[in-house]
């Protein structure tokens, strides 16, 4: 959508999607069939840090949850703005506005409006990726995440 919509705001970006998971094939049929090879590329990485540093943007689609997203979490701590589907915890992440975009409806349409805010400001960047560092570290410590791990065990036994 961004690329057939706005083909002056993508220009001179490359896009990347890892994984080579049961879909990857038909991932690589569907971005050559819409034409967009020469701005997708889609390959794998052992390692990610090396990715995230040179990476500007991360972007999950991930439909139910994004809590804990090793990979998002990763991505932030190198500076990567996120633009995310809002769903289950994914704001304790991302901050709309602040340190990314979040997309309400996942349709492509809002993805890419989301993707096109982002592209649209390249001044913000150095907020965002300041922002999703201190989320990482000030937010996200272990200290939090044992926190939240007792919080949601404990409801559980109440409930029980």
Known sequence: RLVG???EL????RFEMYGQGSLAREVAERIAARGLS??????KAIDMAPVFARARLFVSTQAFENFTSLAMLEAMSAGNAVIAEDVG???EFVR???NGHLVVDASPEAFAAAIAA???HPDRHDA??????ALVTRVHTIEH???DVLAFWGDAARRT
């Not at 993508?10 to 970006?13: A, D, K, N, T």
């Not at 965002?128 to 560092?133: H, K, V």
């Open 10 to 13: 993508v220009r001179g970006w």
């Open 128 to 133: 965002m990726a300041d922002a999703s560092r």
């Open 38 to 43: 020469s701005f997708v590329t889609v390959t």
């Open 118 to 120: 982002y592209l649209r």
């Open 96 to 98: 709309d506005g602040e």
């Open 5 to 7: 919509d706005e083909p």
């Open 89 to 91: 915890q994914t704001r």
């Open 145 to 147: 995440f044992a926190e």
